[in-house]
Structures are given as C-alpha cells and as structure tokens.
T-cell receptor
C-alpha cells in the first residue's frame, strides 16, 4: 500500500506570509495526526482527526494554525501569518481505527525567514 | 503531564558491539509504549509497541523490553545499517503520542 504522503517536502517563506501543508494518509485510515519538531526539541503532537472531525486539537500552538480534513480524506495545515518560531519539520501520520501504531510521512520542512 | 526522557543522547558503536538505549517515562495510565526508528530526512518508522510491564518484543537485532518506569532497546551485534535516531513515545489517554528527544546511534564498520 502507498504510504503517507506529504507535500511540499520543503517550504521557505517570509515572516507574515501564509503556507499550506498537505497530507494524504494511507487509504482507509480514519485517524490522521499532525506533529511537529522545532529545532532542538522533541516531536510534539498538534492535533488528531477521526475521519473529518477534530478529535483532539490540544497541541495546536495558537489560532494562526488551522487544520482541515474535508471529506475525511486528505488534510491541510495552514499557518497564517507565519512567524519565525513556526520553523521546523511538520509530520503527518495515519492509522486504522482501533490501531495504536501510526505510519508517519516524511515530513515538510518549513523555514520562515 | 506525560514525560519521556531518553538516554544517552548519542551513541557511537563499533560494528558488533552490543548496547542498550534507555527510555524513562512518567505517564498517567499507560496505554502503550512505542519505539520508532528515524533516518535523516525521513519520518519515524514504527518498530515496536509494548503494552505492559514484563513484555518483550524482538525484530532482527533489536529487542525492546518494558518495566513500570522505563523501556530498553537492546541492539545486539549492530551493523552500520542500524545507524539512525531511535525514538521512544508513550500513549496515555486519547491517541496522541508523547515523544522523547531520541538517541542518535552511529555504528562504525
């Protein structure tokens, strides 16, 4: 089966601009997660979708971040406006219902200058 | 708040030199402890899930064990291809994972 696909793989934007990251989960995976790793820190949870519904968004840092999962398929994570501290690697992961282990994508490296 | 601490931060091994990585955790109601491998430029790759103290799992040269406070990842007779960052994560309430900082392993031929 195809893995979790994320794009772009890299994005460099200026402070104040908007960026949208996309994640295509494995087909049939109801659970979709966003995580991020900022420089020198551990990977941290952002939010969890079950199909198209937000199950847990406790990790979203502030209201500049907006995640959507229309139709319960792919998901987007928009950062508007981007700040320097948003730089890092954003990972998406997916899993089947009732399965605890995730499959991660390769991540999007976001650099805000 | 759930916490995961991994040690050492980095480990340099000669090929064939066995060693262990440590993952200490504090969590309310552990649902599972996960080990992942991460190569540069890639996402974490799932290795094991451990659910209860005393449980052990093996895959090739890797063996993971779990106690009530920590988990160990034993690497037996490592090869250069085992070089990677190994990540430990715990899952408590809900499905989210809390990760440790990882251990960077370099195996030299």
């Amino acid at each position: 089966e195809a893995g979790v696909t994320q794009f772009p793989s890299h994005s460099v934007i200026e402070k104040g601009q908007t960026v949208t990251l996309r994640c295509d989960p494995i087909s049939g995976h109801d659970n979709l997660y966003w995580y991020r790793r900022v420089m020198g820190k551990e990977i941290k949870f952002l939010l969890h979708f079950v199909k198209e519904s937000k199950q847990d968004e406790s990790g979203m840092p502030n209201n500049r971040f907006l995640a959507e999962r229309t139709g319960g398929t792919y998901s987007t994570l928009k950062v508007q406006p981007a700040e320097l501290e948003d730089s890092g690697v954003y990972f998406c992961a997916s899993s089947r219902a009732g399965v605890h282990g995730y499959t991660f994508g390769s991540g999007t490296r976001l650099t805000v200058v | 708040e759930d916490q995961v601490t991994q040690s050492p931060e980095a480990l340099r091994l000669q090929e064939g030199e066995s060693s262990s990585l440590n993952c200490s955790y504090t969590v309310s109601g552990l649902r599972g402890l996960f080990w992942y491998r991460q190569d540069p430029g890639k996402g974490p790759e799932f290795l094991f899930t451990l659910y209860s103290a005393g449980e052990e799992k093996e895959k090739e040269r890797l063996k993971a064990t779990l106690t009530k406070k920590e988990s160990f990842l034993h690497i037996t007779a490592p090869k250069p291809e085992d070089s990677a960052t190994y990540l430990c994560a715990v899952q408590a309430a809900g499905n989210k994972l809390t990760f440790g900082g990882g251990t960077r392993v370099l195996v030299k031929p």
